[in-house]
């Protein structure tokens, strides 16, 4: 990955196993300076989660579905990013089109 000193990266990631592979990544590429890693998902409200549909072979593919009693914290951008200026974005909305289409 190819970082200006000054970059700042917000990483979201709610699967245990992939998570856990990203926080190595940025240990191994010494980015603990410029990358936080939250584990958590992703919505328009402050709210939890459940794993929908999980493909072992194929985590990049997972889906969450969002209810009141999911074990997935699940956070706004506004709520981590704040007033922050943001250069890039780059989402991957696996099972949560509905929250982004209204």
């Known amino acids: 990955m190819w970082l200006l000193k000054s970059s700042i990266v917000f990483s979201f990631e709610p699967v245990p196993e ?3 592979i990203l926080s190595r990544n940025i240990l191994l590429n010494h980015l603990e300076e410029t990358v936080s890693a ?7 409200t402050q709210s939890s989660a459940d794993f929908k549909a999980v493909d072992i072979t194929n985590i990049g593919a997972t889906k969450l579905s969002e209810n009141t009693n999911g074990g997935i914290p699940m956070t706004t951008l506004d709520q981590v990013i704040g007033e922050q200026k943001v250069d890039f974005l780059k989402i991957d909305v696996e ?5 982004i289409s209204d």
């Open 38 to 44: 939250f584990q958590c998902g992703v919505s328009d």
């Open 95 to 99: 099972g949560m089109e509905s929250a």
């Open 18 to 20: 992939t998570f856990e």
